[in-house]
């Protein structure tokens, strides 16, 4: 079969052909630019947990070599300390994971890197396409430039940024509101109060202040500073920049210390939507599908997000086929959960920004709007909050069989502790983006008995048969605990880490059923009612 043609080699498009590659998806990346970045210290990114595990797989070590971790969360109002908090591991608690914070040109690099690394992966610089055909069979497209030529691919996916070509090329519409916030950023070498901790400061005393300046640390003791500036204020000066940075620094630290400028900037958010993600055999991911940033969201995460969730539909259609229900659930599960991040930012805006009427909402108390704002920089609640899938296509329907565990059915698992059959015990999301299944069974003790012993004993030789005789490729692991889990519970969990359902012990026919309808449904025929279990084999296992 035809590759995967993926266009533009963003850290969207490059995520995206390493994340097929590690499932045995050979990819085209068409770089419109030179295949390099320029480095730009003040265009900087935040990972959340979930993006920054998902870099990790793929092979970049741009997080380690040149990402920071932060240690707390500061929220100021005026003079007052209104929010302080810990983040990362802290022994006798339990803090919000700590955001990863690097640049973009570093985590670029890092994935090139990897993609250089990945014999899967054609990388074409200078490849700007003009002509996007389809058919039953593929897509075929036409890229201008020095090497200038058509392209024939199984399925395309548009990663090519805001003003994307190949949104053009389909037709499709990209509605919103433009210059929802604009930014004033400047990145600089300094000694600041707050080592490692990130800072929100709403209405500083200082004159230059404005509303709202954040400061976000990196590594060698750089920092990020940006200033909410007024939608439609005057354009920001070098000289007026200089000032903001000079009153702000003292604001901090009781004078100007000496700093080192190192980039300036001024950005401009808007919130966008399109219309449709899928068109055929072409799909559009990251800034191509969505626009989004204000209050602290970050929209490459949510581009990632998109990567991770296409890549196993597309090995699957790749590898085996796929029901159009499969490929369909990209855009249900993506855009859905895209347009919800986008009007929980859109309804806060107002109430955070000092619009009249609904300001009310939130009992006018600063601590409120600051927890709303924290959110969105830490990836908590409805602005930051890795997305749920519970209403997929992919989901199955509640049945008595089913369990009640710590996750929800379509959220993330909880990265827990797992052992594998050959004896290996390794996070839960080291064996995510694989392509297939996860089936995991709660079994406390496993941890200090022989694995030859378990392997064979109890709820395992039953669990492995129904295992086998799912209608797709699955992994069966094993952990000592889960949250919320009592002993002897079953999960099935996607390839993207959303948890599909729990059962209370082993139910062959219940967890066929589910795997079916995670996989969009289409079960291989030849198998027919062979492979699926008989009524006998619906009985739940003695787990005694």
């Given at each position: 079969m035809d590759p995967v043609i993926v266009v533009g080699a963003?850290?969207?498009?490059?995520?995206?052909?390493?994340?097929?590659?590690?499932?045995?998806?050979?990819?085209?990346?068409?770089?419109?630019?030179?295949?390099?970045?320029?480095?730009?210290?003040?265009?900087?990114?935040?990972?959340?947990?979930?993006?920054?595990?998902?870099?990790?797989?793929?092979?970049?070590?741009?997080?380690?070599?040149?990402?920071?971790?932060?240690?707390?969360?500061?929220?100021?109002?005026?003079?007052?300390?209104?929010?302080?908090?810990?983040?990362?591991?802290?022994?006798?608690?339990?803090?919000?994971?700590?955001?990863v914070h690097l640049p973009q040109h570093a985590l670029a690099g890092g994935l090139r890197a990897a993609v250089a690394a990945q014999d899967l992966v054609t990388m074409v610089p200078f490849s700007r396409i003009d002509t996007l055909e389809q058919d039953q069979h593929g897509v075929t497209v036409h890229?201008?430039?020095?090497?200038?030529?058509?392209?024939?691919?199984?399925?395309?996916?548009?990663?090519?940024?805001a003003r994307s070509t190949v949104r053009k090329l389909l037709d499709i519409r990209f509605p919103g509101r433009t210059a929802v916030e604009r930014h004033a950023v400047a990145a600089l070498r300094a000694e600041l109060p707050w080592p490692g901790e990130a800072v929100l400061h709403r209405s500083p005393p200082w004159r230059s202040g404005?509303?709202?300046?954040?400061?976000?640390?990196?590594p060698d003791g750089v920092w990020r500073l940006d200033w909410l500036l007024p939608p439609r204020g005057e354009l920001v000066t070098p000289d007026a920049l200089i000032t903001r940075i000079r009153d702000t620094l003292a604001g901090w630290c009781g004078e100007t210390p000496p700093y080192e400028l190192l980039d300036t900037g001024v950005y401009t958010l808007h919130h966008r939507l399109a219309r449709r993600w899928r068109s055929g055999r072409a799909f559009l991911a990251g800034d191509a599908a969505h626009l989004l940033g204000a209050l602290g969201t970050q929209g490459l995460d949510e581009g990632l997000r998109d990567?991770?969730?296409?890549?196993?539909?597309?090995?699957?259609?790749?590898?085996?086929?796929?029901?159009?229900?499969?490929?369909?659930?990209?855009?249900?599960?993506?855009?859905?959960?895209?347009?919800?991040?986008?009007?929980?930012?859109?309804?806060?805006?107002?109430?955070?920004?000092?619009?009249?009427?609904?300001?009310?909402?939130?009992?006018?108390?600063?601590?409120?709007?600051?927890?709303?704002?924290?959110?969105?920089?830490?990836?908590?609640?409805?602005?930051?909050?890795?997305?749920?899938?519970?209403?997929?296509?992919?989901?199955?329907?509640?049945?008595?069989?089913?369990?009640?565990?710590?996750?929800?059915?379509?959220?993330?698992?909880?990265?827990?502790?797992?052992?594998?059959?050959?004896?290996?015990?390794?996070?839960?999301?080291?064996?995510?983006?694989?392509?297939?299944?996860?089936?995991?069974?709660?079994?406390?003790?496993?941890?200090?008995?022989?694995?030859?012993?378990w392997l064979t004993a109890g709820v395992m030789p039953r669990l492995v048969d129904a295992v086998d005789a799912l209608p797709a490729k699955a992994e069966l692991l094993v952990t000592e605990s889960y949250p919320g889990a009592t002993a002897h519970t079953v999960l099935l969990v996607r390839p993207d880490g959303h948890l599909v359902a729990a059962f209370s012990g082993v139910r062959p026919a219940e967890l066929f059923a589910a795997a079916d309808t995670a996989r969009g449904g289409g079960a291989d025929d030849a198998r027919g009612d062979e492979a699926r279990p008989t009524a006998d084999s619906d009985r739940t296992a003695d787990v005694n």
């Open positions: 963003g850290p969207v498009g490059l995520a995206l052909s390493l994340a097929l590659a590690a499932q045995g998806v050979p990819s085209v990346l068409l770089d419109e630019g030179p295949g390099s970045d320029e480095p730009r210290p003040a265009r900087t990114v935040v990972l959340r947990e979930d993006t920054a595990d998902l870099v990790a797989r793929l092979g970049c070590s741009a997080l380690h070599d040149e990402g920071l971790r932060w240690t707390g969360w500061r929220s100021v109002r005026r003079k007052q300390l209104v929010r302080a908090v810990p983040l990362g591991e802290e022994e006798g608690t339990v803090p919000l994971p700590s955001p890229t201008r430039g020095p090497g200038s030529t058509w392209w024939r691919g199984s399925y395309l996916v548009g990663c090519d940024g404005g509303s709202e300046v954040t400061a976000r640390p990196l990567a991770e969730n296409l890549a196993w539909k597309l090995a699957q259609a790749w590898h085996q086929s796929a029901s159009e229900l499969l490929l369909d659930s990209y855009q249900a599960e993506r855009r859905a959960a895209v347009a919800s991040r986008l009007r929980a930012a859109d309804q806060s805006l107002p109430i955070l920004r000092g619009g009249a009427g609904l300001r009310t909402l939130v009992s006018g108390a600063a601590r409120g709007h600051d927890t709303l704002l924290a959110d969105g920089h830490l990836g908590c609640g409805p602005l930051g909050a890795p997305p749920s899938y519970t209403h997929s296509p992919l989901s199955p329907q509640r049945a008595e069989a089913h369990a009640t565990v710590g996750t929800a059915p379509g959220t993330p698992v909880t990265d827990v502790r797992v052992t594998a059959p050959d004896g290996k015990t390794v996070r839960l999301r080291d064996r995510l983006g694989l392509g297939h299944l996860l089936v995991i069974l709660v079994a406390p003790g496993t941890g200090v008995w022989d694995r030859r012993h």
